[in-house]
């Protein structure tokens, strides 16, 4: 079957919820199927009922609930006996979700329906899910979405931490250089091409008969450096599950984003190159674009160190302490 779109609908035509699984269809176009919808079924009682009705370009499959449809547009070739399953699974989605199945309600669920309308169908094809699995996979989805968001907190609890006691060290040299001019030293280094690069990812997506093949290979190019907490994410097309075969270091999942993530702990001489295989079922080789990495590193790619700290007029060495950090701004693979 070929699924275009799924949506909820009251019996005076006012569309509620809807959910477009294919992306060759504009969606002024969908709106002027999902119009016309209530006009097909006119006042006729007998097609009011668990059935379908067909235009020239589709097939609207539809039952209705209470005071409300559930719609399936579909192409006119899909196989309506799988059309009507696809719809008891949808329909059933409702009261498990939703208390009623007046408008408010639903209104109310639409996030909850459609993130369940994405387990029920993939680019236009029915996923192999029962309702148990449809409710496992959007708590899943619903408690990555909350550790991600105290991850997210954690972090700024620590940067605001970081930038008062940042602030009162500022304070505290100002007090000290006050009267006295103080020079400040600016420094940076630009990297002419790639083979100067820390770090360098080649990813080689590869599209066979059964869906796309994608091998990923890092190179540590200055093995004078330690990289810490590297984090590669790759993008993935929705709802799709990868099947991975090999990988240095560890990977998760990542339903609710649509992302593989890989994580190497370390990336020294030692481990200088490795590489991620994994395969999905579906996708184009332009979907894994852009390739986001992140790390960092004790060590610096310029090698600059501070060797002393001296008072003002330079008699004598002054106690100090010295820290040097290397992280990533932005590191993209187009």
Known sequence: MVLIAAAVVTKNGKNLVTRQFVTN???SRLEGLLEAFPKLLGTDVSQRQHTFVETDSVRYVYQPLDDIYVV???TKASNILEDLEALRLFSRVIPEYCRSNDEAEILNKAFELIFAFDEIVALGYRENVNLALIRTFTEMDSHEERV?????NAQMRDATNKAQQRA?????GRETAM???VGVIRWWLVLSDEEQLPLVLNVFPNETPDGCTVNIEYILQNEALTLQNVLIAIPLAPATQPIVSEAEGSYEYIRSKSQLLWSIPIIDESNSSGNLEFSVP???SDQFFPVNVNFESESLVCQIELE???TFDGSESVEHTAET??????YEVV
């Open 168 to 172: 009162k060290e500022l304070k505290k």
């Open 308 to 310: 002393d700290a001296v």
């Open 179 to 181: 009267g006295n001019d």
């Open 25 to 27: 269809m504009p969606r």
């Open 325 to 330: 950090a290397f992280v990533v701004d932005k």
């Open 72 to 74: 399936l547009v579909t």
């Open 282 to 284: 579906n996708g184009h």
């Open 148 to 152: 991600h968001k105290q991850i997210l």
